[in-house]
């Protein structure tokens, strides 16, 4: 049963063209529904202050720009962008079956026009949905495959963005939410999944035509045997926001050329179990050099994300004790600072990175990039201008990753960089390693990088030793991927490596659950 705010139009039969959900517009996008019998023709006349993309969802047929365009053919789903002064789109069937194409409307605001004026003399964009380039996300599974058939960030469509998502049960796309954007979904032939938004869910099948609560939390899943198959329509509320989210979440490319192929997994199912804390470290640092070799010799350089903290020491001293590496051609960030806290202070990250990491590098990396809390919006900008290639990260016991305890944890978070107020068992925990004499005297509040940021790392490396995280650890392999235990969150990264010991893996009740799931389906305990 659908929940408030679902809008479903059944697509598939009838006849002639309509207008999808009664003509309401979603975001300015009013979907006409053109049905061409066999051997059929219709003719879609451009409008003022509008652009029409014509999306071809069933059937072959052709698309034709005015009378004596070029005709492009498909028999599958495939994207028309016409010239932004065109005068009319012609659809014909072909002769033996139907033709269902969606013109979506486009209503153009000044900017928009703006951006299309831009494009004057372009010729038309044409992509059928086999040939267009794939992408990732964090939230989906290894097996997904996902295309864009509209990229983000191009003016041809303003503030219209597609793709696409095809697996097979089980599978699911993971929660996520985007107010900054208005979401439908068309399901293609074949479909038989179900999409859930805020604890409500409604049945996804073929030619169904969704839209998706706004500003709703929201993901889909498929059961075994079944197809989820569909193409996701966005158009921008928030330019700015939509940018940041496509820039954080959203990577090209099918995962199989860009595994880094110089560096082996530890394990098919990313969870190594160590007998010391020094063997931990050793064998996580052997995996992050080999990581950043790979990166350098594939593009010459690397972003690196370090973490801090007493469970970090190991791993650290392992890290600047490995020689010939090419350090010059790296640039590093990390994690977190607290806010009021000098840098010079015996418990500031800046000043713990300085003295156990980044003055011991020989070469000098390419740069160090310091969070300064009262200039957090420079710190995000810098993440943004590219990629992360890789996460070292560790855990808290309380189950954060970074300052994201679980009272301030945000999944979906559009930002990078935030302040946040620490919980009491974050400011115990760090009484207790000695950084503070007492909770009076720790800090209150510290800078992160938000999930979404730590999510967006192409590799991330997980080192969790000591006993006391064995119930963090727990929560993170058994429990519910929620932000009770936000380090829950990597078991949907589909290259996150997990470095326990004895200790810190004590408290998992079975080998089954030492896996991160999402490279492959396959079995299998953890690496001892």
Not at 206 to 233: F, Q, R
Not at 384 to 390: I, R, S
Request: hydrophobic share 40%; net charge negative.
């Amino acid at each position: 049963m659908a929940g408030g705010g679902w809008e479903v139009e059944r697509l598939g039969g009838g006849s002639g063209p309509g207008r999808a959900f009664g003509g309401r517009e979603v975001s300015g996008v009013e979907v006409l529904v053109h049905r061409c019998g066999p051997g059929a023709a219709a003719e879609c006349p451009a409008r003022p202050g509008r652009l029409g993309v014509f999306l071809a969802a069933e059937g072959a047929g052709e698309l034709r720009v005015g009378a004596e365009g070029e005709a492009f053919r498909t028999a599958e789903a495939a994207v028309l962008v016409p010239p932004s002064d065109y005068a009319a789109v012609r659809l014909r069937a072909d002769g033996e079956g139907h033709f269902l194409v969606l013109e979506l409307s486009l209503e153009l605001d000044a900017e928009d026009a703006a951006e299309l004026a831009e494009q004057t003399g372009r010729a038309a964009i044409f992509r059928r949905h086999s040939e267009c380039p794939k992408y990732q996300q964090s939230f989906k599974s290894a097996q997904t495959v996902s295309r864009f058939l509209l990229p983000p960030g191009r003016k041809d469509a303003p503030r219209l963005c597609m793709g696409s998502v095809e697996t097979l049960g089980p599978d699911e796309v993971g929660r996520h939410k985007h107010p900054m954007l208005d979401q439908m979904f068309l399901g293609l032939p074949g479909c038989d999944g179900e999409v859930w938004a805020d604890g409500e869910s409604t049945a996804l099948r073929g030619l169904d035509l969704m839209h998706i609560p706004l500003g709703s939390t929201h993901c889909a899943s498929v059961g075994e045997g079944k197809k989820l198959s569909y193409i996701w329509i966005d158009r921008y509320i928030d330019r700015e926001l939509c940018q940041k989210w496509f820039a954080r979440d959203h990577e090209e490319g099918d995962g199989a050329e860009d595994e880094l192929p110089a560096v082996d997994f530890p394990s098919a199912h990313r969870v190594v179990v160590a007998p010391s804390k020094s063997e931990l470290g050793e064998r996580a640092a052997e995996f992050v050099t080999a990581c950043v070799r790979a990166e350098v010799a594939h593009k010459g350089t690397a972003r690196v994300i370090v973490a801090t903290g007493a469970s970090q020491f190991e791993f650290l001293a392992a890290l600047v004790a490995v020689e010939d590496m090419p350090w010059d051609r790296v640039t590093f960030f990390h994690l977190d600072e607290y806010c009021g806290l000098d840098d010079q202070h015996p418990a500031s990250f800046r000043r713990y990175l300085r003295e156990r990491l980044f003055s011991q590098l020989k070469p000098q990396p390419a740069a160090v990039h310091l969070v300064d809390p009262d200039d957090i919006h420079r710190y995000s900008a810098l993440l943004a201008e590219g990629p992360v290639d890789l996460a070292c990260i560790g855990v808290g016991e309380n189950g954060h990753i970074a300052f994201n305890d679980p009272p301030v944890a945000d999944f979906d978070d559009p930002e990078l960089v935030k302040v946040v107020e620490l919980d009491e068992a974050c400011r115990m925990q760090q009484v207790g390693e000695g950084w503070f004499p007492s909770l009076a005297e720790t800090p209150s509040h510290a800078v992160t990088l938000t999930v979404p940021a730590i999510m967006r790392a192409r590799v991330i490396s997980c080192v969790v030793p000591d006993a006391r995280k064995a119930e963090a650890v727990r929560g993170m392999l058994c429990g519910d991927i929620s932000t009770a235990c936000p380090a829950s969150v990597l078991r949907r990264h589909r290259r996150a490596v997990l470095w326990l010991d004895e200790g810190s893996v004590s408290a998992v009740p079975s080998s089954d659950s030492l896996r991160l799931p999402g490279r492959e389906s396959g079995g299998g305990g953890a690496d001892k």
